[in-house]
């Protein structure tokens, strides 16, 4: 399974939208800050958008379509399916 996720720091705050075979593992690696870039420079740590797929040619193509995408367009999908902005780590069990 493939994964195109979203992270930020708050509520309509800084976004970076992500990819990866490793859900769990990337997620852990935002939070613990292991690699330095983007993400941890806006200390982006709480997953608030997820979603699956089947290959890894749909994840990078949906990936790289999402960040051409403007800002309200990214927020409306986050607020359609987590209107509160609530981390989904905890809901998945994704390790902290």
């Known amino acids: 399974m493939f994964y195109v996720y979203i992270i ?3 509520p309509r705050g ?9 859900i769990v593992k990337r997620i852990w690696e935002h939070k613990n ?9 806006y200390n982006l ?3 608030v ?7 890894r040619d749909a994840a990078f193509q ?11 367009w990214k927020i409306n999908l986050i607020e359609q399916c987590n ?3 609530e981390d989904l780590t905890e ?5 902290k």
């Open 8 to 10: 930020t720091n708050k």
């Open 14 to 22: 800084t976004l970076y939208i992500g990819q990866t075979d490793d």
């Open 33 to 41: 800050k292991t690699k330095q870039g983007f993400a941890t420079s």
């Open 45 to 47: 740590t709480i997953l």
């Open 49 to 55: 958008w997820l979603e699956s797929f089947e290959t």
């Open 62 to 72: 949906t990936e790289r379509r999402m960040k051409k995408w403007h800002r309200d």
């Open 83 to 85: 209107p509160n902005w």
């Open 91 to 95: 809901t998945l069990d994704i390790i």
